[in-house]
């Protein structure tokens, strides 16, 4: 559970910077997408480092 906040918190953090980078076009859409997208590739590292 804790890791899944973790990525959560670090995923939308990251999104954001990508928005306002101009990565993402639409404010909303974008960052949905982008969070998607980064829990796709960061999620399994974050739990894996949590379960340590």
Not at 17 to 29: H, L, P, S, V
Not at 33 to 40: K, P, S, Y
């Amino acid at each position: 559970m804790l890791a899944e906040l973790v990525g959560e918190a670090f995923c939308r953090a990251m999104a954001w910077e990508a928005i306002k980078a101009g990565k993402y076009f639409t404010e909303i859409d974008g960052f949905n997408t982008a969070v998607n997208d980064l829990q796709r590739k960061y999620l399994h590292q974050i739990h894996a480092i949590m379960k340590r």
